[in-house]
């Protein structure tokens, strides 16, 4: 799981009209002939607080009227099975609440149901809402080395019990409902929310969501947004009128050279093998059964 950057969108330009009313000059003894900037400033932020406003009104109006996709409750099962097979090489992803181990990526200890990790600050961003609801869990001793770890591979202050109260605490089922719970507010729900903006369908979907949790909802170099801008630039999506299969098609190649720029001779049959696979059958819908395989490992879902 890559590190969760903080991405800041511009809602829009500001009015050239609002500012200029802010900064002309009047005769009113009640008003100064000379504004301090801030008011201008503080002026600009509103308005674009309130466009922002406006277009998430909007964009939750359109989402509103889509079909579930792959929020639906039996897409959403299937979509964690398919992450799940590239993340732990298993369909019942049920099983990897307690998982944890090195993989000696450079991103320390890789835990839980999509892989949160001690090193790229969602699996610290998962233990601190954890235990601000529950305070005296396992876990929340570790926080200070979870803190100070956090964006190396290190261990120190972890080992050697860590892993086991990790194990420990995916016994208790609220735990396992925070990991659920983070799973949705860092990676899924943004994933198919903006699918649905670019206009993609169940398949897009999902790849979109297998992008956020494995470059992370970052925008550094590989991060999901910068590799969606660059595809953006390859093909326009359904959205913009372009091709569904075209911009998914481009997505995917721009992912995959991500992938292969930053770790040569990376395994990429989770794209190659399974999700170009069913873009290539034209299965935009992500309907069953589905047959693919990830590192060589053939899965089946009827």
């Not at 390859?234 to 992912?255: I, M, N, W």
Request: hydrophobic share 35%.
């Amino acid at each position: 799981m890559r590190r969760t950057g903080i991405l800041l969108f511009a809602a829009a330009p500001v009015v050239i009209a609002a500012a200029a009313y802010f900064l002309v000059p009047t005769d009113s003894a009640e008003s100064p002939a000379d504004p301090p900037a801030a008011t201008a400033e503080q002026s600009s932020r509103q308005e674009a607080k309130s466009r922002a406003e406006q277009e998430r009104s909007a964009d939750d109006k359109l989402i509103a009227s889509l079909p579930p996709g792959l929020a639906a409750p039996a897409k959403k099962e299937l979509a964690q099975q398919l992450v799940s097979t590239a993340e732990s090489s298993t369909l019942n992803w049920r099983d990897t609440y307690g998982y944890i181990e090195d993989l000696d990526d450079g991103q320390g200890y890789t835990a839980g149901v999509i892989g949160f990790c001690t090193g790229t600050h969602d699996l610290l961003a998962l233990v601190e809402r954890y235990t601000a609801d529950h305070p005296d869990n396992g876990l929340a001793r570790y926080l200070p080395a979870l803190r100070a770890v956090d964006g190396t591979d290190s261990h120190e202050g972890l080992d050697p019990g860590f892993t086991a109260a990790w194990k420990a605490e995916s016994e208790v089922p609220a735990f396992r409902e925070a990991q659920l719970a983070e799973r949705d507010r860092a990676y899924f729900d943004p994933a198919v929310r903006l699918a649905k903006l670019d206009g993609l369908g169940t398949l897009g979907q999902f790849i979109y969501y297998d992008a956020m949790v494995f470059h992370g909802p970052g925008i550094d170099e590989d991060g999901f947004y910068v590799l969606r801008e660059r595809a953006l630039r390859k093909a326009e999506s359904p959205s913009q009128g372009g091709s569904e299969k075209t911009y998914l098609d481009a997505f995917l190649d721009v992912r995959r050279a991500a992938m292969r720029e930053k770790r040569p001779g990376a395994d990429t049959s989770r794209i190659d093998t399974a999700q170009r696979r069913f873009l290539s059958d034209g299965n935009l819908e992500l309907r069953t059964p589905l047959r693919w395989q990830v590192y060589g490992e053939t899965y089946r879902v009827p």
